[in-house]
């Protein structure tokens, strides 16, 4: 079946811009994660839905950042008054529950620059 | 809080040499463990995992044993192959609470392989 999508593969925008990236689940996975991948880094924790709701936010790092998931499927990761500091890599990742055994199925990613 | 450490790299073997990446952790409890792997071009993928102490997570000739007495996960291969040339990411989830399987990374160990 198919995997975890994101639109767009790439983005560039330009400081202060605001952008949305997209992320299409495994269908049937209740769980969904964002990440941020910065060069030479491992992924880290943005946010996380079970269902519609969020239900841990404390990885997003300011204010400016915001994520839906209105369906309980598709999300969209909004980032308003965009800064070159986040210019990275953002994941996302879907899973069929919330049990920490669970694998996780990563999306290719959105490369996000901002100039 | 949960953190991963992982060797530094980047590591540079012939094929068909030994392969070891080290892996330790710190967290609370009994978390699962992973090793996820990103080829060239593509996205993040489970190699392998284990969720709980003395396991042994095993997947294309690679293997790693959960060792809760030294907080280790190390990764191993005993003959690489130049297709094996990725980057490789150790990971963690924590146990209950809240954590809801998000993901620790450590900060990934490039492999090249040379014919």
């Known amino acids: 079946g198919a995997g975890v999508s994101q639109t767009p593969s790439n983005k560039v925008t330009e400081k202060g811009k605001y952008v949305e990236l997209r992320c299409d689940p495994i269908?049937?996975?209740?769980?969904l994660y964002w990440y941020r991948q910065s060069l030479g880094q491992g992924p880290e924790f943005l946010i996380y839905?079970?269902?519609?709701?969020?239900?841990?936010d404390s990885g997003l790092p300011n204010d400016r950042f915001f994520a839906v998931r209105p369906e309980g499927s598709v999300s969209t990761l909004k980032i308003q008054r965009t800064e070159r500091g986040d210019s990275a890599v953002y994941l996302c990742?879907?899973?069929?529950?919330?049990?920490?055994?669970?694998?996780?199925?990563f999306g290719p990613g959105t490369r996000l620059t901002v100039l | 809080g949960n953190s991963v450490t992982q060797m530094e790299g980047p590591v540079t073997l012939s094929e068909e040499a030994f392969l070891t990446i080290n892996c330790t952790y710190t967290?609370?409890?009994?978390?699962?463990l992973f090793w996820y792997v990103q080829y060239p071009g593509e996205g993040l993928q489970l190699l392998l995992k284990?969720?709980?102490?003395?396991d042994k997570g095993s997947n294309k000739g690679f293997e790693a044993t959960y060792r809760k007495e030294t907080t280790s996960f190390h990764l191993e291969k005993g003959s690489v192959q130049v297709s094996d040339s990725a980057v490789y990411f150790c990971?963690?989830?924590?146990?209950?609470?809240?954590?809801?399987?998000?993901?620790?990374f450590g900060q990934g160990t490039i492999l090249t392989v040379h014919p």
């Open positions: 990742a879907s899973s069929p529950g919330t049990s920490g055994r669970n694998e996780q199925f």
């Open positions: 990971a963690l989830s924590a146990a209950g609470g809240t954590s809801y399987g998000k993901l620790t």
């Open positions: 839905f079970q269902g519609t709701g969020a239900a841990d």
């Open positions: 284990a969720t709980k102490a003395d």
């Open positions: 269908s049937g996975h209740t769980a």
């Open positions: 967290a609370t409890g009994y978390p699962s």
